[in-house]
């Protein structure tokens, strides 16, 4: 299993502004994920995290609103930029364990943009 | 459309009774299948994972059932607890490790 600890847990933010979260890993993995669950839905994957290179990101998410960092195995760390109250989510993070390929997630990060 | 319905979206029941949550999915082909429960404030957590081969799978009070000609699977939890009031989401995976996760079905177990 993996132990993963995201940071903040919860923020309100003010319209306009970012937010950076990030996600230590106990472990070192070759990817990372990075995904959002709003009110009612499903999780959408926004992009996966690699380290050593950029980040892939889905359709309909793009770099310079969602940049991500990884700069090692253990940590990577998701920005919203410019946020607006349609931000307001619960963002995740995610690592694949290497013999299951179980997901296993961090306790996620509540933003609420005002 | 999502390739992965879950019914109920919610659902209320007593403390000690059983109940059976649904996913039907059209992702095709399909390499495993997963259940999750999500407290709130959390983030999921594996409670069965189950291949195309495979009909059922237990944990505890926890049994997830798999028919991959139907392309449905349920959750059936035995004997609620209190502690079993969470979202609980069905992931299906495809052969190329692409995730498409269900809405969760919110379960309140009721004293």
Known sequence: SAVISQKPSRDICQRGTSLTIQCQVDSQVTMMFWYRQQPGQSLTLIATANQGSEATYESGFVIDKFPISRPNLTFSTLTVSNMSPEDSSIYLCSVQGANTGELFFGEGSRLTVL | ?111
Request: proline share 4%; charged share 15%; aromatic share 8%.
């Open chain 2, 1 to 111: 459309k999502n390739q992965v319905e879950q019914s109920p979206q919610s659902l209320i029941i007593l403390e000690g009774k059983n109940c059976t949550l649904q996913c039907n999915y059209t992702v095709s082909p399909f390499s495993n299948l997963r259940w999750y429960k999500q407290d709130t404030g959390r983030g999921p957590v594996s409670l069965t994972i189950m291949t195309f081969s495979e009909n059922t799978k237990s944990n505890g009070r926890y049994t997830a059932t798999l028919d991959a000609d139907t392309k449905q699977s349920s959750l059936h939890i035995t004997a609620s607890q209190l502690s079993d009031s969470a979202s609980y989401i069905c992931v299906v995976s495809a052969p190329d490790y692409k995730l498409s996760f269900g809405a969760g079905t919110t379960v309140t177990v009721r004293a």
